[in-house]
Structures are given as structure tokens and as C-alpha cells.
């Protein structure tokens, strides 16, 4: 009989993962398990991570050793009360605008954790003078652990598809809200710290550092952005296209890895079926992005190769950055300005999945079909052998699911006043209004729909807008919130209830949707017979209603309560949004 230990211990193994093939790249040359300033993933070899802890001494003894070059601060504190800190790396100690700055983050998923420790191996090796290159040629701000709490939440057993480290942190924070899905709403201390950095510092080039979950292939480190012909900042993603990536492939190709593209699986249970071509809403640190005119890159290392490979490569994924940005960051910067000047007269809001596909060459690795019987379904059992798969399709959310004019401004009633916070804190201005509005509409609800059960902490509404105009009004107790304005297009992914992360759809104006004012019969009853004798016209409306529609006849309820609507007492708010627009 196994004991309850060794059970546990073989259960932490990673037996039960595909078959890996062992790698060996030029990129080990990075790799000092005997330096005195080793981290603790080269003292272990390659299987370990630093605390939280440890991480800050460590950051602690690298700003002592920098000469100047190099300031730890706080830009936040985790829910718990945490601080989450932050390098700032330069020649000199100063920023210069005269090189790229570059934001790097890492641990918003905590047990994702390969970008702590390439990047802490990079700083050593500038602080030792192995890498004066880099500080010449840009600036540096990293951010080793976003999500503090769930970093501080390891466990061998965190993430059942992943090799290393040995142990990992939680996916969400200590609220067990996801970090890398708050970027519209900004509750989590984290997130609502990364904008207020990218507000202030307006870094050339945003880079999250992640791990991917999903099928087996060859690639090691995958990464993307929002592609030009699906990007709402087309003019950054060509740069980051044609000047950025060739240049972080080639090197680590040179290295020994295998660079690809950001891709999930239609099926995964048969990836020949084809691959998902996602593109980020703003609720992703990508998606937001775009958006917001911030060229960002999402780095995905996939997750069934062993944690050595996957740290090393990412050392050498942020080394193509820094020759990629040296070269290319004006390019770049130009690209920004100009996408924040835009002001497009429509914008998709929602995409779905293209019906006709792409097609690619992928690095693949075979696998067989089995029936399971713990699943009583198909599975697939990876070889471990690679497979190149010529013509995979690539199925791209290219369909427009739901494209809006983009309005002159959004009017928000000043009650409103937390919603007002969370578009400041975005970076997008509110102004004072004078006298009266014209050319005004608002939606009112024809039809609603909550998901029925929680997304982080969430119950979500989806919408079936009427836009209704509505008479020149004076908006003294509002907020104009102008598109014409270099977060606009974010503005309007925030305040159109059709899309798909806006402030309705994280539940934000809730109220809208419950009547507060009731009516008594024995008012409503003499009240509608005199309305009646006043406006004949109604009453035939509600006597063709009566014939034409046999379930509105039955319902005493459904009668009075189309009764009321027709009279001057019912709630003026009910299903309707609050937010006025503007064309």
C-alpha cells in the first residue's frame, strides 16, 4: 500500500506530462549557478524560483551593487498589504528620452513566473558589467511580481500542466480575482498600479511575461499582439510586425530556440483541426493596449517545457526586445502619436471566429486518438515526436459580431462618480459641460440578459440596445467624456454597452436594470379609465393587444404593468442607460 506521502510526491512529478526532449541551446551560457550573485533558479539548477522575500532582498543587493544605475520603489500594495515593487533601470540612474523605454512585467499569473527570473539574471549581469550594452542603448522598468498575493500562494501542485518551477504560485490573488482580466474594470491594486506606471512613465513598449496552457508542440517561446488587420492601432502592430519580431526570432533562433506564433487550438483533443487566431478585448493587458495606443507584446513560453529552457529563452526574448527597440523605437514612438491622434468613425466592439481560415506550416509534435474511459471520450496522448504540419488552418476572429459609430462624447451623470475614478485612472480626461447638449440619444434596453453564474466576481449583462433621441438638454450634472482625445477608442470600449468588456457588461450600472417606483390598482385602475377617455387612441392600442396577443390577455399582471408604463408615474430610469451620447 502507497503511503499518503509518496502518493503526494508522485503526483508532483511530472510523469503523467508528455514526453519532453531534451534541449540544450547556446542561450546556457546566461546560466551561472556559480556566480556569488547566482539567483535561486541557477543555484538550483534550474528547477526553483525565489519568495517573495527573497526576491526583494535580492532586488535589495543589485540596487546596492548598480552604482546608481538602479532604484527599487513601491508602486503599490497587494490586497493584503504587500508592497509590489518595481526597478527602474538606467544609465546614470536618469531616464532618457533620448532611448526606448521599456515596461516588463512579470508574475501577473504568479505561478507563471519565467519572466522573475530571467529578468533578475539579466540585471545581475548588468550590475556585473557583463551587460553594459544594454542600459547604453535603453531604459528598463520591471516589475518581478505583479501578482504578490498568489505568488506568496505556491504550491507543488498549482498548475498540473506545467513543468517547473518546483513551486509555483496561484493563477488569481488572494481575492481569487484574475489580474490579467481586470484591465477595464481595475479592481485589483496591481493592475490599477500598472496603469498609473504607464500613465506616468509612457513607456515605447509594454511587455507581459507569461506562460501558456494548451496542446504540445515544438515551439518554446510564443509570443504576439493584436494583428494589423484586427488591431484598433493598426500603425503600431505593423511596426511591431515588420521591425520588431524579425529581430526577436532570429535571436533566438541563434540561441537554440524555436520562436512561434500566439496561437490556441479550435480542438484539444485534435490540434489538425485547426488553430484559434484570439485576439485580446481590453480586459487583457494586450487588448487594452491596443486600445489605448501602448504597443504591447504578450509572451507566452509554453508551458510543457522544462523551466530552465523556458527561462533562458525568455532572457533571450527580452534581449531581441532591447536590439529590436535600440533599432526600431522611433518607428515605434511615431506609430503611438499618430494612433492617438485617430478618431475612426466606427469600431468593432465584438469579433467572433472567421468561418474561412488561414493556413500555416506549424512546428508540431505528433499525436495518437484514444478512446478514454475515465473520460468516455476521444483524448489524444502526445509522442514526444516532432511533426511538421503543412497547411494547418488558422481560424482568426476577423467576423465583426458588433461594429458602433463612435459618438462625438459620452455624457456621465456625476452620481456616477466611481465609474468617473475608473476613467481617470485609464488616462482618459473628463470635462465640465455648459449649457445645453443637441443631437443626443439614449439607449434604452429592448432586452437583457445576466450569464448565469459569476466571471471575476462579476455577473455579467448582455444588452439588445434602441438608441432613442431625446431633446436638447442642459447636462450641468454630467461628465463629457470627448472621444477626441488619445484614449478615445478605449472610451468607447468602456462606455458602449455593446461591447464586449464595457463598464454594463462588468455590471457597473446594474441599477438600471430594477424598477424602484410601484403602483397601487385601486390608483392605477381610475387613473387609466380617465386616461382612456382623454386619449381614445390608447385604448384601442390596449383593446388590439388584448385580441392579438392570447398570453397578454390571460396576464392580469402583464395588462396592468403595460397599463402603467403608458402613465406619467412610471420610472423614468428603468432599462435605460444612464450614460447620454453624443453624434
Known sequence: ?????????????????????????KSTNFFQPHNPLATQFERSLGVDTFSYDATLDYLNQLQAKSNGQFQVIDIGQSDAGKPIPMVI?????????????????????????????????MLRDIVQGKRNDILSRVNLLFVPILNVDGHENSSPYNRINQRGPNNMGFRTNGRNLNLNRDYTKLETPGVRAVIAIINKYKPDLYVDLHVTDGADYQYDITYGFSPEFAS???QIAKVLSQKISPIIDQKLANYGHIPGPLTFVMNKRDLKQGLAGWVATPKFSNGWGDLANVPTILLENHSLKPYKQRVL???????????AMHLHYKPLRRAAQLESEVRPREL????????????????GIKYEKFISKLSGQQEVRYTGEPELIKDLPIYWQKEALATVKVPTAYYLPK?????????????????????????????????????????EGAMRVAVEPKYVDIPDKKLTEYYKVSTAQPRGKLAVHLLQPEAEDSFLRWGYFNTSFQRT???????????????????????????????????????????????????????????????????
Open 89 to 121: 533601470a538606467a544609465q546614470g540612474g536618469k531616464l532618457s528620452n533620448s532611448k526606448p523605454t521599456i515596461l516588463l512585467q512579470a508574475g501577473i499569473h504568479a505561478g507563471e513566473i519565467d519572466g522573475n527570473d530571467a529578468v533578475l539574471m
Open 232 to 234: 484598433s492601432s493598426p
Open 348 to 363: 468593432i466592439v465584438k469579433r467572433g471566429y472567421s468561418k474561412k481560415p488561414n493556413h500555416i506550416d506549424f512546428k
Open 1 to 25: 500500500m502507497i503511503s499518503a506521502l509518496l502518493f503526494a510526491a508522485s503526483v508532483a512529478s511530472t510523469h503523467h506530462l508528455p514526453p519532453v526532449n531534451q534541449w540544450s541551446g
Open 313 to 323: 529563452g525568455t532572457y533571450v526574448f527580452v534581449d531581441g526586445i532591447i536590439d
Open 517 to 583: 417606483e410601484y403602483v397601487e390598482n385601486y390608483a392605477l385602475i381610475p387613473f387609466i379609465n380617465k386616461l382612456f377617455e382623454q386619449e381614445p387612441q390608447l385604448k384601442a392600442e390596449f383593446e388590439a393587444k388584448l385580441k392579438a396577443e392570447p398570453e397578454f390577455s390571460a396576464s392580469a399582471k402583464a395588462r396592468l404593468n403595460w397599463l402603467y408604463q403608458k402613465t406619467p408615474y412610471y420610472d423614468g430610469g428603468y432599462l435605460k442607460y444612464p450614460v447620454l451620447i453624443e453624434y
Open 415 to 455: 452620481s456616477y462618480a466611481s465609474v468617473a475614478a475608473k476613467l481617470q485612472q485609464h488616462g482618459i480626461k473628463l470635462e465640465r459641460v455648459y449649457g445645453k447638449v443637441s443631437n443626443l440619444k439614449q439607449i434604452e434596453f429592448v432586452n437583457y440578459k445576466f450569464d448565469s453564474e459569476p466571471f
